[in-house]
Each structure stands twice: as C-alpha cells, then as structure tokens.
C-alpha cells in the first residue's frame, strides 16, 4: 500500500510539474485566493511561464504560484507603529478600503516602506513573496439538484492639466522580465475594478507599419508594451500628445485584450507622474 501511495504522489508530482511548466495561452488574473470571485493581485501575460509554489489547499482546476514582488499595498493607520512599521498580523489590503479584499498579512519580518499617506490608510511598498492562485481549467460544473434532498447551505469563503480620481491601488511599471500589475480579468471586464497604472506614456503608430488595435500604449522600465490604452473616455483628447513619451500614472480598469494577447486599459483619468 505504501508502495502504491509512493507511485501515485509521484504521478500527480509528475503532472502537476508539467502543467507548471506550460506556458499560458491567455492573460491570466491570479487571485488571493483559489476562488473566481476573490480580487486580483496581478495577471500573468499571455506566454508567461507560471512559478509553481505549494499552498496548504489547492482545489482542483487551480495552480498555486509564486508572486516575488515588490506590491503595493494599502493599511489602516492605527496599524502602524510611531516608527511608521506595520504592526506583525495587520491586513495589508489592495485598496483603502476594508471591503477590497486582503493581500496578505504583516509579518515581523516583512519589509515595508510608507509610499504616501491617504487619510486613515497608508500606502506601502512590501519586499515580499506572497501565493496567488490561477484558474487553470474551468470550473466544476454544478451538480443537478436532486429530489426531495435537503437544502444545504453554501460554505462561506475565509476570510498637463491631471484628469484626476481617487487613489486606488497603483500598479507600479514593471521590472525587466516581471509582469505589471492589475486587477481581475478573469471573469470579464464588467468586475474589473479601476486602478492606477504607472509607465510611460507612447504612441503606437509608426510611419510604414500597420496601425494597431490602439494609439497608445504603456511602456514598463525596459521599455517593453505591457498594456494598450484605450483613451475614448477621457474628456480632453485634443491634449494628449504632451503626455508622449513622459511617465504617467493611469487610471482605468484592465481586461484581456479580444484576441487574449495583451491587456487593455480602459483609461478614466491621465496624469503625469
């Protein structure tokens, strides 16, 4: 029987280890928690090779990975010490609000820095590697309910001139070879919530060359695309070429692109950083 036990933890090592190591074929939310409906911390691009870490739990059709940071994260006040720490087991949330959902939890050992100021909250920068989970096949389909059974409830999850908005959890650009974050696009771009973006600021046209999807464009630090913009929201377009080429902060809700390829941002507000 041990045997038997030995071989098969092997095979699901074994089929596990490959599925982590496939690239994915669309952009990818990796949420908090192995469920749909729990927020986003980041996404992963399409063709991104997922790193596999282990979680105490993972439910069939999820893959548990490792995000190394750095995240920008959201905390209480009365959560710091007056040496401006974060007080070990305090909720670093991802936005300034108690219903936005939970990034992680303070550590002794965590190393934050206060990133600004928003009322009750503080903004922070954690140095931290976190588990986020991505949905690598679909969902179980529902059971069909069967007659005079009893009702079972359903368990409870644990627990220029700015264009300006509020401050949201800002995606800062990314480091060479390291995606940026977002919120979730996993279920559809009517649940993704708004958020701040940071990069530069760069048109897509070229003389010669096919136009593309979009005019503009998010460039990380290495001056890759990571996200087109979709800028027919903003009220003053006719003022949108003095933010070439300049760093800005970005604020909109990011989806998959239709074609699955790219992330879309639908800009609400643009300012320069």
């Keep these: 029987m041990k045997t038997k036990l030995l071989a098969l933890a092997a095979l699901i090592t074994a089929t596990s280890a490959a599925a982590f190591a496939a690239p994915l074929t669309a952009t990818t939310a990796v949420h908090t928690k192995p469920d749909d409906k729990s927020p986003s911390v980041t996404f992963l691009k399409a063709g ?41 087991g305090a909720s670093l949330y991802l936005a300034p609000k108690p219903e936005a959902g939970v990034l992680t939890v303070a550590d002794k050992s965590d190393k ?53 908005s509020p401050m949201p959890p800002m995606a800062r650009a990314a480091a060479p070879g390291q995606p940026a974050a977002t919120m979730n696009l996993g279920d559809g771009a009517g649940s993704s919530l708004p958020r701040l973006f940071q990069g530069r600021f760069v048109s897509t046209r070229r003389p010669l060359a096919p ?49 699955g390829k790219d992330i879309l941002i639908q800009v609400e507000s643009l300012q320069l950083k």
């Design 48 to 88: 991104t090779e997922p790193v596999a870490t282990q979680a105490p739990i993972v439910p069939s059709g999820w893959m548990a990975v490792e995000l190394p940071g750095p995240h920008t994260a959201y905390v209480q006040n009365k959560d710091l010490t007056k040496s401006l720490d974060v007080v070990p």
């Design 112 to 164: 934050t820095t206060i990133d600004g100021v928003l009322g009750k909250w503080s903004r922070v920068i954690l140095e931290k590697r976190i588990v986020g989970y991505i949905r690598i096949g679909a969902p179980a389909p529902a059971l069909p309910a069967m007659a005079n059974a009893p009702a079972v409830a359903a368990p409870s999850n644990p627990a220029p001139a700015p264009m300006s």
């Design 211 to 259: 136009r593309r999807p979009y005019d503009w464009a998010l460039n990380d630090n290495a001056g890759k695309r990571y996200a087109y913009l979709d800028i027919s929201k903003l009220l003053q377009i006719e003022q949108i070429e003095k933010f070439a080429d300049h760093m800005v902060v970005v604020y909109g809700a990011a989806k998959a692109s239709p074609d």
